[in-house]
C-alpha cells in the first residue's frame, strides 16, 4: 500500500467505496499478481495528485473474495471506478499513469 491508497475489506468496501461523498477509483489486486505491483507506484502517485476529489483504495482479492465476485472480476489487476455507489468505468492490466488519469477525470466530468 502507498501513501496515499488505502486498503479496504469486504467488510469495509461499501462504507468506504460504495457510500463514499466522492468517486472511488478501487484497484483490485493480489500479492502474488506481478502487474499488480508494477501498477502500485502509478495509482498512488495518481492518489495523491487527485486527493482532494477522488479516493484510491485496494483490496486484496485472496484476502477480501466477496467484492471481486460481487463485481465480476476475473482478471487483476482491475481497477473499477465508482461514483455514487455505481460502478462508473473498469480497466484491466497494468495501464499506464495517463490512463489511469483519463478514468479518474470521467468520474470529475
Same mark, same amino acid.
Given at each position: 500500500?502507498?501513501?496515499?491508497?488505502?486498503?479496504?475489506?469486504? !467488510?469495509?468496501?461499501?462504507?468506504? &467505496?460504495? $457510500? +463514499?461523498?466522492? /468517486?472511488?477509483? &478501487?484497484?483490485?489486486? !493480489?500479492?502474488?499478481?506481478?502487474?499488480? $505491483?508494477?501498477?502500485? %507506484?502509478?495509482l498512488?502517485?495518481?492518489?495523491?495528485?487527485?486527493?482532494?476529489?477522488?479516493?484510491? *483504495?485496494?483490496?486484496?482479492?485472496?484476502?477480501? /473474495?466477496?467484492?471481486? +465476485?460481487?463485481?465480476? *472480476?476475473? =482478471?487483476? %489487476?482491475?481497477?473499477?471506478?465508482?461514483?455514487?455507489?455505481?460502478?462508473?468505468?473498469? +480497466?484491466?492490466?497494468?495501464?499506464?499513469?495517463?490512463q *489511469?488519469? =483519463?478514468?479518474?477525470?470521467?468520474?470529475?466530468?
Amino acid at each position: 500500500m502507498g501513501a496515499n491508497t488505502t486498503n479496504v475489506t469486504d !467488510a469495509t468496501f461499501e462504507a468506504e &467505496v460504495l $457510500k +463514499s461523498d466522492k /468517486p472511488v477509483l &478501487v484497484d483490485f489486486w !493480489a500479492e502474488w499478481c506481478a502487474p499488480c $505491483k508494477a501498477l502500485g %507506484p502509478t495509482l498512488d502517485e495518481v492518489a495523491g495528485e487527485y486527493k482532494d476529489k477522488v479516493k484510491v *483504495v485496494k483490496i486484496n482479492i485472496d484476502e477480501n /473474495p466477496g467484492a471481486p +465476485s460481487q463485481f465480476g *472480476v476475473r =482478471s487483476i %489487476p482491475t481497477l473499477i471506478l465508482f461514483k455514487a455507489g455505481q460502478q462508473v468505468d473498469q +480497466s484491466l492490466g497494468n495501464i499506464p499513469k495517463a490512463q *489511469v488519469v =483519463s478514468l479518474i477525470k470521467k468520474a470529475l466530468e
